[in-house]
């Protein structure tokens, strides 16, 4: 299946020898320079469309590999140096006819003394069954079954390499143009260790983002739908900035969030979390929200972190 998306639909070094496959003991490889990605998750959820992101920011990305041999080529990458030393491999249901512990694929990979950023493409189910029906493709483990059928079947297969995934991105309500936008703000800076902070506006009635670590709720703020003036702006205008930050406890709100996030950051760095998402909710995702979330990544960004503000809901009314 062509794995673009189909368009707005209403993410421990070892340090010890470890055995080989022959049984004799190796010293685990150093990473160095090499920043290593392994893409998967769910047909029909994005993959192809995240592997064009990786490449535009500089990684090498090999397509479709065996997950047997996620070590081989992570060892080949850490030789080769140049291009290699960013080099992103996305896996998909196809590489069952050769493995199907891709949990273990991976943390063998971090036995060896590598340092894989797995991301997870994810999506609902009644958003893939979509876009399966609007290119008349079969799921690939529906069998004579139904697509439903088929997408659990994957479910399950994944659900440890979910488990396992240092990013997870919900594509239920991103196109093409903005999972690619996100992917390479993820991944596109050389620093690729730094916690990175992603602000993200939503509409609680269009359900909550699956991938927040923290969730705000604004809906305690006047809503300007309710102001004529106002109704037809988003939060991204300054009128209605200026509205929503005005109103009584709306700095606090802010202020109190700004020093949590800060106040988090480094204890998520020690245990090896990489992205954080912090999504700030009201109604439709097109006022208090948005205005919120443009400032609280404003202020993280003051405070030396690596933040950038997004919107999910931002033009569906």
């Not at 392994?38 to 490449?55: F, I, K, Q």
């Not at 991204?236 to 709100?253: H, I, K, W």
Request: proline fraction near 4%; aromatic fraction near 6%; charge should be negative.
């Amino acid at each position: 299946m062509n794995e673009a998306l189909t368009g707005q639909t209403p993410v421990a070094e070892g340090s010890t020898p470890v055995e080989s496959f022959a049984g004799t003991p190796v010293e685990p490889y150093t990473e160095g320079e090499t920043s290593l990605v392994v893409v998967t998750g769910l047909s029909g959820g994005g993959r192809s469309t995240v592997a064009r992101a990786l490449e535009n920011v500089g990684y090498y990305v090999v397509d479709n590999l065996p997950q047997a041999l996620l070590l081989d080529m992570a060892e080949l990458a850490s030789k080769a140096g140049g291009a290699a030393r960013r080099t992103a491999m996305v896996l998909d249901v196809r590489s069952r006819a050769f493995s199907t512990d891709l949990a273990g694929a991976i943390r063998e990979l971090k036995e060896r003394g590598f340092s894989p950023r797995v991301v997870f493409v994810d999506a609902d189910d009644e958003v893939l069954i979509r876009r399966f029906e609007s290119v008349r493709r079969s799921h690939p483990l529906q069998g004579d079954g139904r697509l439903a059928d088929g997408i659990a079947v994957e479910r399950s297969l994944l659900e440890e390499a979910r488990d396992q995934a240092d990013v997870i991105v919900d594509t239920s309500h991103l196109n093409v143009n903005q999972l690619r936008r996100r992917i390479e703000e993820l991944f596109g800076e050389e620093d690729a260790r730094r916690l990175r902070v992603t602000v993200l506006s939503f509409g609680f009635k269009y359900g909550l983002p699956p991938d927040a670590d923290f969730v705000l709720d604004a809906r305690f703020l006047p809503n300007p739908f309710w102001v004529p003036d106002l109704r037809e702006q988003t939060g991204r205008d300054t009128p209605v900035s200026e509205y929503v930050l005005g109103q009584e406890g709306a700095e606090a709100f802010v202020s109190a969030y700004a020093d949590l996030v800060s106040a988090t950051t480094a204890g998520f760095e020690r245990e090896g979390k990489r992205y954080l998402t912090v999504a700030v909710g009201c109604t439709g995702g097109k006022h208090r929200s948005v205005a919120i979330t443009e400032e609280l990544a404003a202020r993280l960004r003051q405070s030396g972190l690596a933040a950038n503000a997004q919107h999910r809901d931002l033009g569906r009314e």
